[in-house]
């Protein structure tokens, strides 16, 4: 099984920055890719960016792309998410999530973090 953990998130006002990191650990072999997904209230969970493990390829959702930039750690099967030029609408719970291919889609990752809140304010 495999444990997400993550990091950072908090309150920020609109034109700001914030990092999340997660980190995995547990049976990680099988972990291709890494992923972000977010939820505001009311809402469904909804792709951010996601990035393969691998090949470095990442793909972005297009309201955040310019914006927030997903990498990874080479050292440690983790990966990052810098947040820039944050707007209110950019208020939600962030998840990590990890799985076999890097997709858009909450049903390709097999494994979750607990989600860290990220509230901007304007």
């Known amino acids: 099984q495999v444990q997400l953990v993550e990091s950072g998130g908090g309150s920020v006002q609109a034109g700001g920055s914030l990092r999340l990191s997660c980190a995995a650990s547990g049976r990680t072999s099988n972990i291709r890719a890494m992923g972000w997904f977010r939820q505001a209230p009311g809402k469904e969970r909804e792709f951010v960016a996601a990035?393969?493990?691998?090949?470095?390829?990442?793909y972005y959702e297009d309201s955040v792309k310019g914006r927030f930039t997903i990498s990874r750690d080479s050292a440690k099967i983790a990966v990052n998410l810098q947040m820039n030029s944050l707007k209110p609408e950019d208020t939600a719970v962030y998840y990590c999530a990890a799985g076999l291919r890097a997709a858009e889609s909450v049903g390709d990752y097999d494994a979750w973090g607990q989600g860290t809140q990220v509230t901007v304010s304007s």
């Open positions: 990035i393969h493990r691998i090949t470095g390829i990442t």
